[in-house]
């Protein structure tokens, strides 16, 4: 039983997509026409469609935000040279909320157009036991070269047979665990209650995340819990010309159905 000062599931949410130009294989992506409006309007509608809370986009340039603005949504700006989505969103969330009304926050990431609005209710959903601190998104592999792949992050789970939700212990780019068993594919979506974000930003890089170039070791690192639930599918990230085609081409085929 939690007590009157332990963290309890979360009563208002919001949603907040780091958006920012720079790109190098991508640039401008944010404002990639897919279907007659830009890819970061397509994050903010599904988004929108999770119908947890409300949704603000946080804009690293002014053009962003007038686009999302020009959509019906909610733009902030924040400052360029944030070193991560992590940090924009903290800042985000500060301009937007000084009051803390907000006591916790989904972050979606700005280059998934055709994530599903299940997904993000699914990203929250850990947050109701008030041990965790954090919690994410994995899938299981299902192709052997990913097994080996580094640029598949690996979640290493405490999870039981059959279940949906369990606690991360680690995340590297090497095959892990050993053994038979399933491996777990790391979905960067993550909702932070806010005591646990403010804590998060305010730490320094730690050894394991500049090892790995994984941010969410430093969390790890500090003692922070981590659970991940399960989902089916990885949603397409949209970094190269290539990616953004199949997001138009997966797009077209859901609204033609």
Do not use: W
């Not at 190269?240 to 997966?250: F, I, K, V």
């Amino acid at each position: 039983m939690p007590t009157a000062s332990s963290p309890t599931r979360p009563a208002n949410p919001i949603v907040v997509i780091p958006a920012r130009m720079a790109s190098t294989r991508l640039p401008g992506k944010p404002l990639a026409d897919i279907l007659g409006a830009p890819m970061i309007v397509h994050v903010l509608r599904r988004a929108m469609e999770a119908a947890i809370g409300p949704v603000v986009v946080a804009c690293a340039e002014a053009e962003i935000a007038r686009a999302v603005e020009a959509a019906g949504g909610t733009a902030v700006l924040t400052r360029p040279d944030h070193p991560s989505g992590s940090d924009r969103i903290f800042e985000a969330l500060r301009l937007i909320d000084p009051e803390g009304r907000h006591d916790a926050v989904v972050n979606v990431q700005g280059d998934l157009p055709t994530i599903e609005p299940e997904s993000v209710r699914t990203v929250f959903a850990p947050l109701a036991d008030p041990a965790v601190d954090i919690a994410t998104l994995v899938v299981e592999i299902a192709r052997e070269e990913e097994r080996t792949d580094p640029n598949v992050v690996k979640a290493v789970l405490e999870l039981p047979a059959g279940a949906r939700q369990g606690r991360a212990l680690y995340f590297t780019r090497a095959t892990a665990p050993t053994g038979d068993g399933p491996l777990y594919h790391h979905i960067g979506l993550y909702a932070y209650r806010r005591a646990a974000l403010e804590r998060f930003v305010s730490l320094p890089p730690s050894v394991l995340e500049q090892r790995e170039r994984l941010e969410q070791l430093r969390a790890l690192a500090d003692g922070m819990r981590i659970d991940a639930a399960v989902v089916d599918a990885v949603p397409l990230g949209v970094d190269t010309p290539g990616d953004l085609e199949r997001a138009c081409a997966l797009l077209s085929a859901r609204k033609g159905g």
